[in-house]
């Protein structure tokens, strides 16, 4: 989720173990309940991997989240509550603070919030599920295509999100699929390469990158 593993980077049981004091079986059990959730893949033979997915993947992953949140978004517009979109206001301001000291890691998974944070004010427990499934993906497409190495999200967008779902039920769900349709164009050619830091039990993958 915080691009500190790249995509199709292979993990090695033992080296996790030592880095994380247990053993094998653990390590073994913890990988096969990720694969499990799809956060990973477990190779026949081959060990586990970061998932490494490809362009056909993102068109499903986005026009599943095209399919909940403008929903979502629709259901909320003209809804929400003060203390609703203050939480937003809230984390979508951080966000960008992330974001302006450098700090990527937090602005992921403050953007992964936000749109958690829609999801379950929403109501639908189904819906959050779903959501909280696709996120993992949407963050490696967005490491394995974007280009630049941008974050997941731009936080402005967020701000006007949050005035689209102040007007009303359609502003929302528009402004939910331009956001969304906007993050999917984004992916416009592979991210540079950067070097992982978990040296310590990762290793690069041996296969070629898919196109």
Same mark, same amino acid.
């Given at each position: ?117 829609? *999801? ?43 005035? *689209? ?8 769900? *528009? ?20 070097? *992982? ?15």
């Amino acid at each position: 989720m915080e691009h500190r593993l790249e995509p199709g980077q292979r993990l090695r049981e033992e080296a996790m173990a030592a880095e994380f004091g247990v053993s094998r079986t653990v390590v073994r059990q913890a990988l096969q309940r990720l694969a499990q959730d799809q956060v990973i893949e477990l190779l026949h033979n081959r060990g586990a991997r970061v998932p490494q997915p490809d362009e056909a993947d993102a068109r499903h992953v986005f026009e599943a989240r095209r399919m909940v949140e403008c929903e979502v978004a629709r259901r909320l517009g003209g809804r929400l509550t003060p203390a609703q979109v203050a939480e937003l206001e809230a984390l979508a301001r951080d966000e960008l603070e992330a974001d302006q000291r450098g700090d990527r890691p937090e602005a992921i998974r403050l953007s992964g919030e936000f749109h958690n944070a829609l *999801a379950r004010m929403h109501g639908n427990p189904v819906y959050l599920r779903l959501l909280t499934g696709l996120m993992p993906t949407t963050s490696l497409l967005m490491a394995h295509f974007k280009r630049h190495g941008g974050q997941v999200c731009v936080a402005h967008r967020h701000v006007d999100l949050i005035g *689209a779902l102040r007007q009303g039920a359609a502003p929302a769900a *528009a402004e939910m699929r331009r956001h969304l349709v906007e993050l999917e164009r984004s992916l416009t050619g592979p991210a540079r390469r950067r070097r *992982a830091p978990f040296d310590g039990y990762s290793e690069p993958s041996t296969e070629p990158d898919k196109p």
